[in-house]
């Protein structure tokens, strides 16, 4: 893995606009995230957090505005190019293989990222994917569900391997989106550890409404309103800003 | 899901099994003689499958147990087929009927003919007075008794035909089948007859010609005309008395259109007419009307020939008289499908119209031997549920007088003669019976029928007119009775030739041996 | 749980073993009619559980394929009648209908490899009445006549034990892929796409593509059961794959339960005995079913099945068992003790 020069982002958006017919979602988003930066995106529900999400993650196509990752133009490529631009996103609405095993769903997103989709024999692999399998299932502390069918796992579970999947393919760009929803107060605070243990090169784009989360694991936030970027800086600054206290902070304390 | 490692232990496990079917499937088709094992040890058969324990072994126990119970053979009820023919001593008849499909409708109509046959030929009572499906009973030829094993509930599809006769051969155990209805049908079960010599196939109603002619199973015999022979007469008067020297055809693109056509336009042709133009919507056409447009206009073309079945026949009717302007008799023909109910729809101007034969001669002919096979039939049951009375009770003789089921009658009644003929020898895969049939004459009702080298009917066919009765409305009226239709319109079909399809039709001119032979029939009565 | 073959696995083999020696004692009509019909619908009825079970698609094109490959068989091995007639070698004609049949599957594959749910349920449906009005209005390769006459290879020629072993053999390995199949990197992923094809795409596979593939591995596991059919009926005509018997495969399916690939063969066989027994029950006669009620009859079977199981008969096999394992503890007693009961009754 090359550490690009700070100067040269390795995701950057240009007026990224997403609309629904009439409805604006994004309108008009610039954002340039580096290298080993941890940044959370914050602000009000329908403020286009994860319309954002989708449109760097290639689930939607934006209608306007340009993504790039790692320099690459991406903004028309599908969804299933972004892996192996070393991408890797988490759904705020728990996206699960439900018939699959926790060791399966772990197994998959690997496969996905380095290949061998049509593989009908074993490959070489296939062992070592098992083991880092085992080993992120025991960062997002699900060792002892490792054989269950995820159907079969609590909400709380499926949250913490909805982090896994992004974890186990070790990303450059990780978007995790409301990573702490659904977690117990417990929970929360492992996760928190969990993100704040990665490691220094991994990037990291994350939706919470958890400030407690958000805001010790960010080094810089944004905070988004009607789809727009309304303010930007480190916590404290966000902390500090009327702005955003008022649109946001406001109403949620 | 996490059985991984079990997989290497019952892939083995598998692969042994597989081992084993592999060779017991090189030497498991040669020990049949194995296989006299008593019923009751069929029982594992059904844990093939854990579950249903219950179901199949009762299905599957009183089958078992009332296939013998039905046959009065001794001891022979497992062996295969081929070891029965030696010592068979008694007819397990099979009827080849049809419950379903676009011909459900005659399922007791050809049942009726089957079994009248064995009423009039084996001395047979019919079980029940009202309904022919509930079989006979008492049937007996010079001894050889007639035992009915089954009747087949066909679809019209080829498919559920063979599997149908499969089921009352191989499982019932027939040995004679009378059968099936339709063209298609018949063609898939000549096949299947010839896989298997040692029973006796009796056409029932189907008017393919391959059937006979290209596939000639040895032990397939078909005691009426094919859907080609049906129309033979008519092309010789549309072109020497109506006076047409070109024809456009128009006909259901499948089996039996092809067949009804080629037999028009052979004879058409035969005698010097020309056949300008020919469609062929699909079959279950809606809108004719495209169709229609590709015919020439009335004033380029002598007339034309229809051979449109079921709703098609209206819907294709009306889509001319819109396009093409009025529907009259002397520019119109038909094969059996052109009847008196079109006119209902499309007015009068129909009348004058010629239409082609079936299996039977029509309805307003009367003799004392037509006479006298109606009246077998009202005395066989007190009512049947035909076809043309709509499946309501009606008078048995309504069912008996049309072509359906007197075609398995007349199959029925040749066989029951034929064995009365060898004295009820069945010995040697039916030799004596076979050899009878391939030679006898037999004096129907309808007319005499023999067979060919084929073993394919040469019988007598009609030509019909409708014409108006006294009350204005259209009837249906024979014309002239063609005697000794063969197969093969004088060359024109052989074993050679291509079935007949929408591209090979050929037209030439060539005799044809029942030409200047027809009988002219006079208010039923015919001249001879 | 390593080490040791599961009692699923035990009965399964239990149950080919039977199936090997099942000529042994069984009538020949049973075996040559019932039991290599229940084989060949077996087979193509587990291409739709495969489909479905491991990839979410409940496609009714699989008779369809079934049949090109049925028509293929017979256009290049008829020497008169309908079709091509091109008199074929049957094995150059097997080769052939199988490279057909997979190509057509993997072209209908493609053209639905987008589509999901209801959706994909009514497009194989067209793609199935498109094939019937195919064969039937194409005349070039059938026309409603259908291709007649046709014999399977001299191998097979009035050895019909060698067809039903072939119909066995060939189920077991198709069984056995299968399951092995939903093992690999490709089967896993299936199932992945089964479950969510949204995150499986932004996990970077290709969705589309995996889906045309598992429709093509399909297609060609359904042409082989058209292969033996066809050597088996003797025959094929269009209203073999019209829409009756396209639906057919379904209930097969559904019967056996469309998520267990054994249900398959078992639907097969309830669905193959019931339409050559149940005219042979005493009694059915008086209360109004006769062979022309038989749709009827396995109709109110669907439905009665449907009613105690969505599962169909495994999803009741499968109660039963962990009622019995509820009730007698421990889970092997029942699982293992469930063959023996059957095996007694059959000395009895």
């Not at chain 2, 206009?297 to 051979?307: A, I, R, S």
């Not at chain 2, 004058?352 to 077998?376: H, Q, R, W």
Request: proline content about 5%.
């Amino acid at each position: 893995m090359t550490i690009d020069p700070p100067s040269d982002p390795l995701l950057r958006l240009r007026s990224v606009t997403v609309a629904f017919g009439g409805l604006v979602a994004l309108a008009g988003v610039d954002l340039d995230v580096v290298q080993g930066e941890r940044l959370a995106v914050l602000g009000p529900n329908g403020a286009g957090k994860t319309t954002l999400f989708n449109a760097v993650a290639g689930d939607i196509r934006p209608t306007g505005g340009t993504v790039e990752i790692r320099g690459v133009d991406c903004t028309l490529l599908p969804s299933r190019r972004r892996p192996t631009l070393g991408l890797a996103r988490t759904y705020q609405k728990t996206r699960l293989f439900a018939g699959l095993s926790v060791e399966d769903n772990l197994y998959l997103a690997q496969c996905g990222k380095e290949g061998s989709h049509f593989k009908l024999w074993r490959h070489g692999r296939e062992a070592f994917w098992r083991e880092r399998a085992r080993v992120a299932a025991g960062r997002v502390w699900l060792s002892d569900q490792f054989d269950v069918l995820v159907g079969d796992l609590s909400h709380g579970q499926q949250r913490q391997l909805e982090v896994g999947m992004a974890v186990v393919t070790q990303p450059d760009v990780m978007m995790l989106d409301e990573p702490a929803s659904g977690l117990s107060r417990g929970e929360r605070e492992r996760l928190t550890e969990l993100l704040t243990d990665l490691a220094a090169e991994e990037t990291l784009l994350l939706i919470e409404h958890d400030m407690d989360v958000a805001l010790k694991v960010a080094e810089r936030v944004v905070v988004m309103a009607d789809g727009e970027v309304v303010a930007s800086g480190t916590p404290d600054e966000i902390r500090g800003d009327p702005l955003v206290q008022e649109i946001y902070l406001g109403r949620q304390r | 899901m996490s059985k991984r490692t079990d997989r290497k232990r019952w892939l083995s496990i598998l692969g042994i099994l597989l081992g084993f079917a592999l060779i017991a499937a090189a030497c498991g088709s040669d020990d049949d003689g194995d296989d006299e094992v008593v019923a009751e040890e069929e029982a594992p058969a059904e844990e093939e499958a854990p579950a249903e324990e219950e179901a199949p072994a009762e299905e599957e126990a009183p089958a078992e147990e009332e296939a013998p119970a039905e046959e009065e053979a001794p001891a022979e009820e497992e062996a295969p087929p081929e070891e029965e023919t030696a010592g068979d001593n008694e007819v397990r008849l099979g009827i080849m009927a049809e419950c379903e499909g676009a011909f459900g409708g005659f399922h007791e109509d050809i049942t009726a003919g089957a079994v009248l046959g064995m009423i009039n030929g084996a001395g047979a009572t019919s079980n029940s007075t009202t309904t022919a499906l509930d079989g006979f009973s008492g049937a007996s030829v010079a001894g050889t008794p007639i035992n009915l094993v089954g009747i087949g509930c066909g679809d019209d599809t080829p498919d559920r035909a063979i599997q149908e006769i499969r089921t009352l051969v191989e499982q019932d155990g027939a040995n004679v089948i009378i059968g099936p209805l339709s063209g298609d049908e018949g063609i898939a079960i000549a096949n299947y007859a010839k896989d298997h010599p040692e029973v006796t196939f009796l056409d029932g109603s189907s008017g393919a010609q391959d059937t006979t002619l290209s596939v000639q199973a040895p032990n397939y015999f078909r005691w009426h005309a094919d859907g080609a022979q049906w129309n033979a007469g008519i092309g010789d008067i549309l072109h020497n008395t109506a006076g047409w020297d070109t024809a456009a055809v128009i006909a259901d693109d499948y089996g039996f259109g092809w067949t009804s056509a080629a037999g028009f336009t052979a004879e058409f042709c035969a005698v010097g007419g020309d056949v300008v133009q020919q469609v062929f919507p699909p079959l279950g056409t809606t809108d004719y009307s495209s169709f229609v447009a590709q015919l020439p206009n009335p004033d380029e073309v002598d007339g034309y020939f229809w051979v449109i079945g079921g709703t098609g026949t209206n819907a294709s009717l009306e889509a001319f008289l819109n396009a093409k302007g009025d529907l009259t008799g002397d520019q119109h023909a038909g094969n059996l499908f052109f009847s008196p109910a079109l006119a209902a729809a499309l007015g009068t101007d129909i009348a004058g119209a010629y239409v082609g034969g079936f299996a039977n001669l029509p309805g307003d002919i009367s003799t004392p031997e037509i006479d006298a096979y109606l009246a077998s039939a009202d005395a066989a049951w007190e009512t049947l549920a035909g076809g043309l009375s709509g499946n309501e009770p009606a008078e048995p003789s309504l069912a008996a007088g049309f072509g359906f089921m007197y075609a398995y009658y007349s199959a029925s009644a040749a066989f029951t003669e034929a064995l009365a003929a060898v004295d009820g020898d069945l010995s040697d895969n039916h030799a004596a019976l076979r050899a009878e049939m391939s030679t006898m004459t037999w004096e129907g009702p309808f007319g005499d029928i023999s067979l060919d080298e084929n073993r394919q009917a040469i019988a007598d066919t009609s030509v019909q007119q409708l014409v108006l009765d006294e009350n204005e409305e259209v009837i249906s009226k024979t014309v002239v009775i063609v005697p000794a239709v063969d197969q093969t319109f004088g060359g024109t079909f052989s074993e050679e030739t291509d079935p007949p399809e929408r591209d090979n039709v050929s037209c030439e001119e060539r005799d044809l041996p029942w030409v200047g032979n027809a009988i002219p029939v006079v208010d039923g009565v015919p001249q001879n | 749980m390593t080490g040791r073959p599961s009692t699923g696995t035990m009965v399964i083999s239990a149950v080919v073993a039977l199936l090997v020696l099942l000529p042994a004692f069984g009538s020949d009509f049973f075996i040559d009619f019932v039991m290599t019909r229940t084989m060949m619908l077996g087979l193509a009825a587990s291409t739709i559980v495969f489909l479905s079970a491991y990839g979410g698609m409940v496609s009714l094109a699989q008779w369809l394929i079934f049949g090109v490959s049925g028509f293929m068989i017979g256009n290049a091995v008829a020497e008169a009648g309908h079709g091509l007639k091109l008199g074929w070698n049957p094995w150059v004609a097997v080769i052939f209908a199988l490279g057909i049949a997979t190509a057509v599957a993997f072209v209908l594959g493609a053209l639905s490899a987008r589509t999901i749910g209801i959706y994909y349920l009514m497009l194989t449906l067209t793609y199935a009445v498109i094939g019937f009005l195919f064969f039937g209005q194409v005349t070039t390769f059938s026309g409603f006549g259908g291709v007649t006459g046709l014999d399977p290879p001299g191998f097979f020629l009035d050895h019909p034990k060698r067809l039903y072993y072939a119909g066995v053999v060939l189920s077991v390995i198709a069984y056995v892929t299968f399951r092995a199949v939903a093992r690999t990197s490709f089967g896993i992923a299936l199932q992945g796409i089964r479950d969510d094809p949204v995150r499986m795409s932004s996990l970077g596979f290709n969705v589309p593509m995996h889906r045309m593939l598992a429709f093509t591995l399909a297609g060609f596991v359904a042409a082989i059961a058209g292969v033996l059919n066809v050597w088996w009926n003797g025959q094929i005509d269009p209203t073999s794959i019209s829409i009756g018997p396209t639906l057919d495969l379904l209930i097969i399916a559904v019967i056996g339960g469309i998520a267990h690939l054994e249900g398959a063969w078992l639907g097969a066989f309830v669905f193959v005995a019931a339409n050559n027994y149940l005219r042979d029950l005493p009694l059915v006669d008086n209360i109004g079913i006769t062979e022309a009620r038989f749709n009827t009859v396995i109709g109110a079977l669907v439905l009665l099945i449907m009613v105690l199981s969505p599962d169909g008969l495994m999803g009741i096999i499968e109660k039963v068992r962990a009622a019995g394992r509820r009730v007698l503890g421990g889970p092997t007693g029942p699982t293992t003790a469930a063959p023996e009961p059957r095996l007694r009754r059959t000395s009895s």
